[in-house]
């Protein structure tokens, strides 16, 4: 009896020590100074929107944090990013440009490199991204180089090393502590930190990396081989307040071409199923779901779409969402703020002919 009491009494000091060094270590990560790391995505001279997400993002890290543009690219097209996004919003302190004909596409090895060869020169408490497919592709890449552990796909921040993220599909969210003693390094998702409208005018400083140290990998495992883009006036679909979606059922690419239409008379952006992507009716960029791309916009209106897990997972976010489908016991309906049971190929037809056209 007196062995166990003294075994159990050990053990709970030991205990007692654990919980204390995690406390003490925690307490410690949240007293440094909070300095921020952002890689910016731009195209044709412009800031992608999602870009000022993060950054929106990074201001819940704390009160007294900095936040830092990494810019990387080469051309003229990068100087006028790193112009926007030195005024992109008040949070930004600094933009770093590097400047060089290797970020010309943004490919993961060279992008790591270039984020590790950063921080060695500025010590960075955070690392972020968006968890777009440039952040999804570089991020882990440079967790890998750091040796530390990724947290994706973050909705919400707690506190500087406190964060929430879903699992699951998006069925449950799952609350996340980082205790490592490197950079903390983050994917956020972007339609959970929305931008308001700014009124502050501030410009950043911009400074551009001496790369004449910089070396990369003697062998790529990758190399650039092309891109192509939707010619069309339609809003992007990640960043769309209107969100237009066709699933299989539509059955033919013929067919999608009546979710074009009502998108245009909207104003807003064609999505589809990976059922309707895998079909091949639309090009795998327009593709909504956890393997797709995640949206929130104000109004979401899906046709044909029955809701499997991965689709409603990317819309979850959307403020109002429709659907209509035949099938009066599709998932979609249980998280559809107004559904409608009827054919599609009717319904359809009906809004294009009642609605105005887009002004």
Same mark, same amino acid.
């Given at each position: 009896?007196?062995?166990?009491?003294?075994?159990?009494?050990?053990?709970?000091?030991?205990?007692?020590?654990?919980?204390?060094?995690?406390?003490?270590?925690?307490?410690?990560?949240?007293?440094?100074?909070?300095?921020?790391?952002?890689?910016?995505?731009? =195209?044709?001279?412009?800031?992608?929107?999602?870009? @000022?997400?993060?950054?929106?993002?990074?201001? /819940?890290?704390?009160? &007294? $944090? %900095?936040?830092?543009?990494?810019?990387?690219?080469?051309?003229?097209?990068?100087?006028?990013?790193?112009?926007?996004?030195?005024?992109?919003?008040?949070?930004?302190?600094?933009?770093?440009?590097?400047?060089?004909?290797?970020?010309?596409?943004?490919?993961? =090895?060279?992008?790591?490199?270039?984020?590790?060869? @950063?921080?060695?020169?500025?010590?960075?408490? /955070?690392?972020?991204? &968006? $968890? %777009?497919?440039?952040?999804?592709?570089?991020?882990?890449?440079?967790?890998?180089?750091?040796?530390?552990?990724?947290?994706?796909?973050?909705?919400?921040?707690?506190?500087?090393?406190?964060?929430?993220?879903?699992?699951?599909?998006?069925?449950?969210?799952?609350?996340?502590?980082?205790?490592?003693?490197?950079?903390?390094?983050?994917?956020?998702?972007?339609?959970?930190?929305?931008?308001?409208?700014?009124?502050?005018?501030?410009?950043?400083?911009?400074?551009?990396?001496?790369?004449?140290?910089?070396?990369?990998?003697?062998?790529?495992?990758?190399?650039?081989?092309?891109?192509?883009?939707?010619?069309?006036?339609?809003?992007?679909?990640?960043?769309?307040?209107?969100?237009?979606?066709?699933?299989?059922?539509?059955?033919?690419?013929?067919?999608?071409?009546?979710?074009?239409?009502?998108?245009?008379?909207?104003?807003?952006?064609?999505?589809?199923?990976?059922?309707?992507?895998?079909?091949?009716?639309?090009?795998?960029?327009?593709?909504?779901?956890?393997?797709?791309?995640?949206?929130?916009?104000?109004?979401?209106?899906?046709?044909?779409?029955?809701?499997?897990?991965?689709?409603?997972?990317?819309?979850?976010?959307?403020?109002?969402?429709?659907?209509?489908?035949?099938?009066?016991?599709?998932?979609?309906?249980?998280?559809?703020?107004?559904?409608?049971?009827?054919?599609?190929?009717?319904?359809?037809?009906?809004?294009?002919?009642?609605?105005?056209?887009?002004?």
């Amino acid at each position: 009896m007196l062995c166990s009491s003294v075994i159990l009494w050990k053990l709970s000091r030991r205990l007692v020590k654990h919980v204390f060094d995690i406390t003490a270590q925690s307490f410690s990560f949240c007293n440094a100074q909070i300095s921020t790391l952002i890689l910016a995505e731009h =195209e044709s001279g412009s800031i992608k929107p999602q870009t @000022v997400s993060t950054v929106v993002a990074a201001n /819940h890290l704390g009160e &007294s $944090s %900095s936040v830092s543009l990494l810019l990387a690219g080469s051309g003229s097209s990068l100087q006028e990013a790193a112009s926007q996004a030195a005024s992109c919003h008040p949070s930004v302190s600094e933009v770093l440009v590097a400047d060089s004909y290797r970020f010309e596409y943004p490919l993961a =090895e060279p992008w790591a490199k270039l984020v590790d060869f @950063v921080r060695q020169q500025r010590d960075y408490s /955070h690392i972020l991204a &968006s $968890s %777009s497919s440039f952040g999804k592709n570089i991020l882990p890449r440079v967790a890998a180089l750091l040796d530390v552990s990724p947290v994706t796909d973050v909705v919400k921040i707690l506190g500087s090393n406190e964060f929430i993220r879903p699992i699951y599909a998006g069925n449950a969210l799952c609350r996340v502590r980082y205790t490592g003693a490197g950079p903390c390094v983050l994917t956020i998702r972007t339609t959970s930190f929305p931008v308001t409208p700014i009124t502050e005018s501030k410009k950043a400083t911009i400074s551009q990396i001496d790369l004449s140290k910089f070396k990369e990998d003697a062998v790529s495992r990758s190399r650039y081989v092309g891109q192509s883009t939707q010619d069309t006036e339609r809003p992007d679909l990640g960043s769309a307040r209107v969100v237009i979606t066709g699933g299989r059922a539509l059955k033919s690419v013929e067919n999608f071409k009546m979710i074009e239409k009502l998108a245009e008379k909207l104003g807003g952006a064609v999505g589809a199923t990976r059922a309707a992507v895998d079909a091949g009716y639309v090009p795998n960029d327009l593709q909504v779901g956890q393997t797709g791309k995640i949206v929130a916009p104000e109004l979401y209106m899906a046709f044909g779409v029955s809701g499997a897990i991965q689709h409603l997972a990317g819309i979850k976010d959307s403020k109002v969402i429709v659907a209509v489908n035949k099938d009066a016991d599709a998932p979609i309906f249980q998280v559809a703020d107004y559904g409608l049971v009827g054919d599609l190929f009717e319904v359809i037809p009906e809004l294009l002919e009642k609605l105005p056209e887009k002004k």
